[in-house]
């Protein structure tokens, strides 16, 4: 008798033991397949803000503003003579 519930309940650790086992690996892969994810959505950004940079770069461009300012704004840099300097 002793030794039947001994191993029943023995029995029933393993199966519980088991089980968890199972669940265990089922998270850790879910929690796998969600980092991969993250990771890609992590390149994908970075890729993003490489290209912004390189957008910015080109807008901001020293050459490009004062391009724009001689021609859209008919904008010209001041003679020596037209320059004031001002003292506080």
Known sequence: MKTTLTLGVL???IFASALALVL???ENKAYFMELQGLRKHRDALDREWGQL???QGTWGSH???????REK???TVPTPAEVMR???
């Open 11 to 13: 029995a029933c650790l």
């Open 73 to 75: 704004l008919a904008m």
């Open 86 to 88: 001002v003292r506080p």
């Open 63 to 69: 050459a490009r503003v004062e391009a724009i300012a």
């Open 53 to 55: 940079l390189l957008e």
């Open 24 to 26: 265990l690996r089922y």
